[in-house]
């Protein structure tokens, strides 16, 4: 996947979501890991000229780092060499004491 189009947008932000350390996407804290496209955006996947940037909130329980490091490996093979930037901009809030969670799934 070389083009920096919606399409591979949303195609890497599909991967992402499957990791079982991430929440969910996010804009960012300025809110511009978005890509544009014609009626759509995707949000939480950003092209730029170092290569592409992701930006997860993780779940609860799982170190930033290891989160960073699963989102790259499972992306790395869809990206063409592009180098991968993995931003953690949050952490989900832990499970309330009478929900179970486990790795993988998000609180309701």
Excluded: K
């Excluded at 992306?75 to 004491?97: F, K």
């Amino acid at each position: 996947m070389t083009a920096s189009t919606p399409l591979a947008a949303e195609s890497i932000a599909s991967v992402v979501q499957a990791c079982p350390s991430v929440a969910r996407l996010s804009s960012g804290r300025d809110g511009t890991a978005v890509t544009y496209g014609p009626g759509a955006s995707v949000v939480g996947v950003r092209f730029t000229d170092r290569g592409v940037e992701v930006h997860v909130v993780t779940i609860w329980g799982i170190a930033p780092i290891d989160a960073a490091a699963e989102v790259r490996e499972t992306l790395r093979p869809r990206v063409n060499g592009r180098a991968i930037h993995v931003v953690i901009e949050d952490i989900d809030s832990p499970p309330r004491a009478y929900e179970t969670t486990t790795v993988g799934s998000s609180p309701s």
